[in-house]
């Protein structure tokens, strides 16, 4: 049943690997189904299937996602982007760029504002499918504890009062118009600034996108039973002006204390849980005996959790002194 979700995985994978690289002649349709060992026509209808969108839409929509981040952070001539991400010319480049952003390349880099890129679709996620997680744990990283002081900073997030869990908070979140997950990673993956940005266009990490909890103010419960706001969002400089799309918020954290939580790689089909279920034990099981600290619970407070399976899994918990 999942066969082909895993084959559609492996073409979505090339192609941001060729346009990472510029490799434009190795991204034809009929080169990657020779690849996968199916005709064109069978490949194209399952791509379709499997992400309801064609395949030269998607190659278009993502071309234009990497350019526009070159446009708004490298110096490099448009022309020369252009011809990078496979246009023929500077005009059919801010064409198709402004047709798909509503602005020019010239006036982006400007005056860069949020705008929807087309993050990279992943039609092979074990937990998304209900597969879970197999074979045995390879890892053999323990969990790293340590604290730091975390800068003031600014929070530009959405927030749901009634979810439980990634998965959870964003099919309550595609209920809401203009609030699901590929709007918002959209959204966020084309804001400038992102202190936890490191060059990526994934959610959940590789573009500094992070879930947070937030300690409600007002100490409303939500539906697990816990005064605690779950929100996705990126963190901020604290000088940051930027544009902030309309349905989001942004909030001022000042300079505090955390402790931070810390697993390395792991293999995320294989391990998954059982680094989760590690992660909640070292949070459940630490002692602070002797570190002159606690968990910081006050109404405000925000917990980050950051999670991109080739470099670490972090909670970011807030603590207050004893």
Same mark, same amino acid.
């Given at each position: ?16 690997? =060729? ?9 034809? &349709? ?42 708004? /952070?490298?110096?490099?001539?448009? &022309? ?19 047709? &798909? ?73 595609? &209920? ?19 202190? /936890? ?8 990490? !590789? ?14 419960? =939500? ?28 909030? /001022? ?42 968990? !910081? ?26």
């Amino acid at each position: 049943m999942y066969e082909w979700h895993k084959q559609i995985q492996i073409i979505v994978d090339e192609i941001d690997e =060729c346009i990472r690289h510029h490799h434009n002649e190795v991204l034809s &349709l009929r080169f990657l189904s020779h690849k996968l060992g199916y005709s064109e026509y069978h490949t194209t209808r399952k791509f379709k299937e499997i992400l309801g969108k064609q395949y030269r839409d998607y190659l278009r929509l993502r071309k234009l996602a990497f350019a526009l981040k070159e446009v708004r /952070d490298s110096e490099k001539s448009i &022309l020369d982007i252009a011809f990078d991400y496979g246009f023929s010319s500077h005009e059919a480049f801010t064409r198709a760029f402004k047709g &798909l952003y509503g602005v020019t390349p010239s006036e982006y880099r400007k005056k860069p504002k949020p705008v929807v890129l087309r993050t990279k679709i992943n039609p092979f996620d074990r937990y998304f499918l209900g597969l879970g997680e197999i074979g045995m744990i390879k890892s053999t990283e323990d969990v790293k504890i340590y604290f730091v002081t975390m800068p003031a900073h600014k929070f530009l997030h959405i927030k749901n009062y009634e979810s439980n869990g990634y998965w959870d908070f964003w099919q309550k979140q595609s &209920l809401i118009e203009g609030q699901d997950c590929e709007t918002i990673c959209g959204l966020l993956d084309s804001v400038k600034g992102k202190l /936890d940005d490191d060059g990526g266009s994934e959610s959940n990490g !590789d573009s500094g996108q992070i879930m947070a909890y937030i300690n409600d103010p007002d100490g409303r419960l =939500c539906d697990w039973g816990i005064p605690r706001i779950e929100c996705y969002g990126v963190r901020l400089p604290f000088d940051y002006k930027g544009e902030v799309p309309s349905q989001m918020h942004i909030i /001022d954290v000042p300079e505090a204390e955390y402790i931070v939580f810390e697993h390395g790689p792991f293999d995320y089909e294989q391990e998954n849980r059982s680094v989760e279920e590690k992660m909640e034990k070292a949070m459940a099981t630490f002692d602070f005996a002797g570190s002159g600290h606690c968990f !910081d619970t006050s109404p405000g407070r925000i917990i980050y959790f950051s999670f991109n399976q080739e470099r670490s899994w972090k909670y970011i918990r807030p603590v207050c002194k004893l």
